[in-house]
């Protein structure tokens, strides 16, 4: 049995993440092969408990440390209950945000040091890294006006402010300079077709599919 192929979505608020995890996931089974779509913070029983914690509640309630402790609690639990099981199983591993989320909402974002979380991933998750990352850029305005018309959110990262979110974009597009072997930006203004469309390309063509 040949391990599972581990791939993660990032980017900003509204960028259009779970549509394209979930495009991703239906091509990948037409083709026959099995994947599990989750997500993080969360993707395992505790690390959900924990999401609870990060994204309700005041704006402040943690400092970037606090933050980053946190989030990788909750990926430590997922990558050990979740994620490398099912990739030793075989199985494909969609994930709607992983490590470089950190990079660039706690490092990037909230200036926490990027060494720091190098750190912190190498041994909670014993180094685990996607073999792709795809990154989908949006401009910041366009995506808060994508998210504007969800009804339901509530979500602390969501009510940070313009600034915060335009060091986030430039920390996904420098995460993407630095290691282009894994990672891949994806234009996220074109359709919601075009953008699969891309995104089945980079998954044919960087892992062959
Ligand atoms: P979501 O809205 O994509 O489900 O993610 C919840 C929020 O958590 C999102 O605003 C980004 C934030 N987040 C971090 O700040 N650091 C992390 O490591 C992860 C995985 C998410």
Known sequence: MSRGRFISFEGGEGAGKSTQVALLAEALTSRGI???S???P?????????RQLLVQGDVGRWDSMCEALLHFAARRDHVTTVIEPALQDGTWVICDRYTDSTFAYQGHGQGLDITFI?????TATNDIWPDLTIILDVPVAEGFDRISGRATSDDRYERMDGEFH???RAGFLEIAA???QRCAVVDSRQTTEDVHREIVE?????LGL
């Open 118 to 122: 190098k750190n912190l991933h190498r």
């Open 42 to 50: 969360g993707g395992s029983r505790g690390a959900e408990e924990i």
């Open 166 to 168: 335009t060091r986030l």
């Open 178 to 180: 630095q290691d282009p």
């Open 202 to 206: 980079l998954v044919e063509k960087r």
């Open 38 to 40: 989750t997500r993080e």
């Open 34 to 36: 099995g994947c599990l």
